[in-house]
């Protein structure tokens, strides 16, 4: 019926789960040092899954980030080695894209930590640059303003390739993003330099009201929520860890697939998981998908 590109589930959870390491603020960073091939093996069980996109583990990779830290300095290495964990699980596979991810500067969900624009494009065409020719879209993931939109997207667009943009709603009410923001006034922005607009990063629900929101768009759109209850205070604070946030007890395979297929049935043709969303969850998704005789792409 409809041609469904499937996206990945969250890289980060798997990762604590898999490797048994308590959360730290680089923790997704460091476990590619700490177990070498992890980061693929999960690339390749959501591949398995039904997942046509592996988002490369580049979303914390900033010069913010790792300053201070026994890996500053170590930036090239560390996008070549999340970029080759994502195309040899592709290649392995046998189909399928790579997304390069770019993350916010500061912090997730700060809004306010976001600096001056000149900065802001500056950091963010550094971390362009490093993806470069080892990606086949770029994907700028959990935006949380209008001058964040504005920003990722001037430095993203250097690269040549496709640019998805991919916005987070507050989680109580889906109409504005995390900034306070109407999520209706990033459309004239994203559809000057996006080839895809996204929700990520929000509950099911509100990423729900946002798509109503966002549907009549002339671009591709989407969504990815992530499993938590809410985004505690706990997060919002310095240097914060996955070990702040709950997961919600209704988030099962079978419940989250409901919420993907009514975003489908509002025209969303991207689609997968964002935080707390396994292989488990994108199988599922798959199956439905097929069942609705979607084409997944």
């Given at each position: 019926?409809?041609?469904?590109?499937?996206?990945?589930?969250?890289?980060?959870?798997?990762?604590?789960?898999?490797?048994?390491?308590?959360?730290?603020?680089?923790?997704?960073?460091?476990?590619?040092?700490?177990?070498?091939?992890?980061?693929?093996?999960?690339?390749?069980?959501?591949?398995?899954?039904?997942?046509?996109?592996?988002?490369?583990?580049?979303?914390?990779?900033?010069?913010?980030?790792?300053?201070?830290?026994?890996?500053?300095?170590?930036?090239?290495?560390?996008?070549?080695?999340?970029?080759?964990?994502?195309?040899?699980?592709?290649?392995?596979?046998?189909?399928?894209?790579?997304?390069?991810?770019?993350?916010p500067l500061g912090a997730s969900y700060r809004p306010d930590l976001h600096p001056a624009s000149d900065e802001a494009v500056a950091l963010f065409t550094e971390v362009a640059d490093h993806l470069g020719e080892g990606c086949d879209l770029i994907l700028c993931e959990t935006v949380s303003s209008l001058a964040?939109?504005?920003?990722?997207?001037?430095?993203?667009?250097?690269?040549?390739?496709?640019?998805?943009?991919?916005?987070?709603?507050?989680?109580q009410d889906g109409n504005v993003l995390r900034s306070g923001e109407p999520v209706a006034d990033v459309l004239p922005i994203a559809e000057n330099g996006a080839d895809a607009l996204l929700i990520n990063c929000s509950s099911p629900e509100a990423i729900t009201t946002a798509l109503d929101k966002i549907k009549h768009t002339a671009l591709p759109f989407g969504a990815y929520a992530n499993g938590f209850v809410q985004i505690s205070e706990g997060f919002l604070e310095e240097k914060p860890t996955v070990d702040a946030l709950t997961l919600r007890h209704d988030f099962t395979p079978e419940t989250y697939a409901d919420h993907v297929m009514a975003w489908i049935d509002m025209g969303a043709t991207i689609v997968g998981g964002c935080c707390e969303v396994s292989p488990t969850h994108i199988a599922e998704i798959a199956r439905r998908l097929r069942a609705a005789e979607h084409t997944i792409v």
């Open positions: 019926m409809t041609d469904i590109t499937l996206l990945d589930g969250g890289m980060g959870q798997e990762l604590v789960r898999r490797s048994g390491d308590i959360p730290t603020p680089m923790w997704s960073t460091q476990v590619m040092q700490d177990h070498p091939g992890l980061v693929q093996a999960i690339h390749a069980d959501f591949f398995a899954a039904g997942a046509t996109i592996a988002t490369a583990n580049t979303y914390a990779l900033h010069r913010d980030r790792v300053a201070d830290t026994p890996l500053e300095g170590q930036l090239p290495d560390l996008f070549a080695r999340a970029l080759n964990e994502a195309s040899t699980a592709r290649a392995q596979h046998g189909s399928g894209r790579v997304a390069g991810a770019i993350g964040h939109a504005r920003d990722v997207l001037a430095a993203a667009r250097t690269t040549g390739k496709p640019v998805w943009l991919a916005m987070t709603v507050d989680d």
